[in-house]
């Protein structure tokens, strides 16, 4: 029901598909300095997760067991966009219900995640690459691109030949859809700008006062007396004398 692959390096990148996705959201939430990216394919909207009540697989595994032949068949007819021989050759090869009975029902019905709400996934800060098959039963498109709207840098891609299991009815377009999002490098925003280390205005204006005052021509008036060194005053010669 779904794939995990991911690229063990310092910086991760996560693919992940239908129902893991929620377990991807929660790595690249929780550890944001080692995912670089997220690949989700066909995994839904920015919903919380509630283990259904009225579920096929809430019923006894016995039960599921009998009806293991039935739960194959609806599924290719719910997963593929085509129900042909390739597609049930597809189904058989890969073993997609090749699993007890208790393990899928403990699988399907113990999908609680009650923290995986809107304001969880817009806080997820790392591109993230939405692939979605356009005749998916089981994922409306809707919910994709309700995804893509609330996630800070997501990128939805829609396939037209895909249905749930896109990543093997269209494995080429899968394929050239990931290597271009790996190799794919975000803009970096330019380095904030160092504040030029410049004295005020007010320190300038203050300065030059400063300066001004220092000259004492411009401290008294042009009508005082100097009084020279030896302690006798003269006079301006503009100054008028007294008879």
Not at 3 to 28: E, Q, W
Not at 98 to 117: C, H, I, K, T
Not at 192 to 213: F, H, L, Y
Request: proline fraction near 8%.
């Amino acid at each position: 029901m779904f794939t995990l692959v991911v690229l063990a390096c310092p910086i991760t990148s996560l693919l992940f598909c239908s129902p893991s996705v929620s377990f991807c959201t929660f790595l690249a939430h929780e550890y944001p300095e080692q995912v670089h990216k997220m690949v989700m394919i066909n995994g839904g909207g920015p919903t919380a997760l509630e283990p259904s009540l009225c579920s096929i697989f809430n019923l006894p595994t016995c039960v599921l067991h009998c009806l293991s032949p039935l739960l194959a068949w609806s599924f290719l007819k719910a997963g593929f966009a085509r129900q042909g021989a390739k597609e049930k050759q597809l189904l058989k090869d890969n073993n997609a219900f090749n699993v007890s009975s208790f393990v899928l029902r403990a699988m399907m019905s113990g999908q609680y995640w009650p923290e995986g709400d809107e304001v969880y996934h817009a806080e997820l800060t790392v591109p993230i690459l939405l692939v979605h098959g356009m005749h998916d039963k089981f994922v409306p498109i809707e919910e994709d691109q309700r995804m893509a709207e609330i996630l800070l840098m997501g990128f939805l891609k829609v396939l037209e030949d895909g249905s749930h299991m896109v990543m093997m009815e269209c494995p080429e377009a899968v394929n050239t859809l990931l290597h271009e999002f790996i190799l794919w490098q975000p803009a970096t925003p330019p380095p904030p700008k160092k504040e030029s280390k410049t004295r005020p205005e007010t320190a300038k204006v203050q300065s030059n006062n400063t300066k001004a005052t220092s000259d004492p021509s411009q401290v008294r008036p042009a009508t005082a007396r100097q009084t020279s060194s030896n302690g006798n005053t003269e006079e301006k010669p503009d100054s008028k004398a007294k008879k």
